[in-house]
């Protein structure tokens, strides 16, 4: 069956990076378009950064110019790349398909301290 695997959250401070990567299964990967969903506590899930199968990216205006999303499709995997990181970045990441979406995984907290 399809599932998405997130992992490589964690607390940092204000500036830092953290790098999340996103295993997914059950797919054909390489024909996916894939993006990276966050949820704020009290707030919708949004969408932050996408990538298409072609590996064209889009991103929230929130994150542009500091966080880059990639994909290995031999390793079925797409990662978050968070870079110069605020507290108002703090949340539950989860990837899953852009535009269509899959079985959600259980994501991955990234906390940004001030």
């Known amino acids: 069956q399809v599932q998405l695997v997130e992992s490589g959250g964690g607390l940092v401070q204000a500036g830092g990076s953290l790098r999340l990567s996103c295993a997914a299964s059950?797919?054909?990967?390489?024909?996916?378009?894939m993006g990276w969903y966050r949820r704020a506590p009290g707030k919708q899930r949004e969408l932050v950064a996408a990538i298409t199968s072609g590996g064209s990216t889009n991103y929230v205006d929130s994150v542009r110019g500091r966080f880059t999303i990639s994909r290995d499709n031999a390793k079925n995997t797409v990662y978050l790349q968070m870079n110069s990181l605020k507290p108002e970045d703090t949340a539950v990441y989860y990837c899953n398909g852009y535009r269509h979406f899959l079985p959600w995984g259980q994501g991955t907290q990234v906390t940004v301290s001030s």
């Open positions: 059950g797919i054909i990967f390489s024909l996916n378009d």
